[in-house]
């Protein structure tokens, strides 16, 4: 199966080294087995890799890597891929710079081709950005109650006096 070249056997290999199922969780396995199934252009294998890239998965974290396999496995028809775009440039971060812009660009294919969290999300965020809450750089901290967006540790929140459940993004 996997031993002889069969895509899907690649990529369920990738996936039971990735989880440790049936085996030993082998993070390098994981990858090894991935990219073949990637290099036969399989749409599933494509999206994991741009995950490995999201998370640092046995791979160096890269959020441009990540962007790039993301892309391959959108164009693909890969459920949720237009969506963790958007969340990329969304929030930044690994030297990866936010750009709202964009993120609202992959938010709104996401939602146009059915995801509803991406629909729910794409409104809430367009009104941070109006209304000038939204991150404009990474580690910003976000409050749970006025959905103020701030850079730097307090607290409470500087607006609103808030002093829990602070989400740091």
């Given at each position: 199966?996997?031993?002889?070249g069969f895509v899907e056997a690649e990529h369920m290999l990738s996936y039971c080294y990735g989880v440790g199922e049936g085996t030993e969780k082998n993070n390098s396995e994981c990858i090894n087995w991935c990219k073949k199934a990637v290099a036969k252009k399989?749409?599933?294998?494509?999206n994991n890799l741009g995950y490995f890239?999201?998370?640092g998965m046995g791979v160096p974290i890269s959020y441009r890597e990540a962007v790039k396999w993301y892309k391959k496995a959108d164009?693909?028809?890969?459920?949720?891929?237009a969506y963790k775009i958007g969340y990329l440039y969304e929030n930044g971060g690994n030297g990866f710079k936010i750009d709202h812009k964009k993120a609202i660009k992959w938010y709104t294919k996401a939602?146009?081709?059915g995801d509803q969290e991406a629909k729910k999300h794409l409104k809430i965020y367009k009104r941070q950005i109006k209304e000038g809450w939204a991150k404009v750089e990474p580690n910003t901290f976000l409050c749970?109650?006025?959905?103020?967006?701030?850079v730097g540790a307090f607290d409470e929140c500087p607006v609103c006096g808030w002093t829990?459940?602070?989400?740091?993004?």
């Open positions: 199966s996997a031993m002889q399989h749409p599933i294998a494509i890239y999201q998370n164009r693909l028809g890969v459920d949720g891929a939602a146009s081709d749970n109650c006025c959905g103020r967006a701030w829990d459940d602070f989400v740091q993004e």
